[in-house]
């Protein structure tokens, strides 16, 4: 049945980012598609668990703004679950200001959670895929500032352009050991990363009338992509970065 190919049934996905947004649907998505997830996040991920229930949640706690945490995570997701199949990098953050004024350290911590982490999380479970010898699959959360310029947000803008870079130049050498590197670029969401932007009454309608969907995206909106390419039903997708935008792009 083509439906079987996208359970995830006895797979493990490690999420980051699990407390709120899109990582919280992500999280209840893959629970419901069957799989065990280990949510990582700076604060618990309280809600996200009383939600799927402790038999299939996991929670460790780690700030991703410096890599050293990486093991760690690593350590711990095995050491509950005994495996990795999916890895969805969602944790990131965005900073707003004049590129005139952007400051060093404003930049570097976009740049750390949003790529370096990003960078050194993947490879740590890519070398666990390749040990347990059957594939796995790498979903990296990207944005409409992976194609376009954006305003005010420098930082955010080379983060995840530089991630649907990135996510080719893993497929491209990951592709040979079964792992599916791609990414999902959502629209203008209604979550925290965008509280900033709703709450500018001319900023918002600017956006919304450019939406051909006509509202703003929510994450159940992404929770269909999600599980696609956690799943065997995307083996042949590699190195690609699927808008989930309400047609924002095709505007
Ligand atoms: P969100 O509600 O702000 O979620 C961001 C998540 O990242 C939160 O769980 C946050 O934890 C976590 N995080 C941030 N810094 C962290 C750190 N140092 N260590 C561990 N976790 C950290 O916004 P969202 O919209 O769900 O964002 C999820 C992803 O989608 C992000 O990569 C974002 O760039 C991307 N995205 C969002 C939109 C949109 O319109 N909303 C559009 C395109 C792309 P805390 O709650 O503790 O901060």
Redo the contacts with the bound molecule.
Sequence with gaps: MILDLFGLQGKVALV?????????GVCRAYAEAGAKVVG????PSTETEEIIGSDSFYNVI????SCGVVPEVVEKALARFGRIDILV??????KRCDSIDVSEEDWDSVLN??LKTVFFLTQAVAKQFVKQGQGGKVIN?????SYQGGIRVPS?TAS?SAIKGLTMALANEWAKYGINVNAI??????????EQLRKDGERSADILARIPAGR??T?ADLEGAAVYLASAASDYVNGFTLAVDGGWLGR
């Excluded at 780690?62 to 703004?65: C, E, K, M, N, Q």
């Excluded at 959360?141 to 500032?145: D, V």
Aim: glycine fraction near 14%.
């Design positions: 980051t980012g699990s407390n709120t947004g899109v990582g919280q990582v996040s700076r604060r780690a700030d991703l703004s990098n969602n944790a990131g953050i965005i959670v949003n959360i990207a944005s409409m500032l955010y995840k670029a959502p629209g203008y969401m209604a979550t925290n990363n965008t703003w995206g994450p």
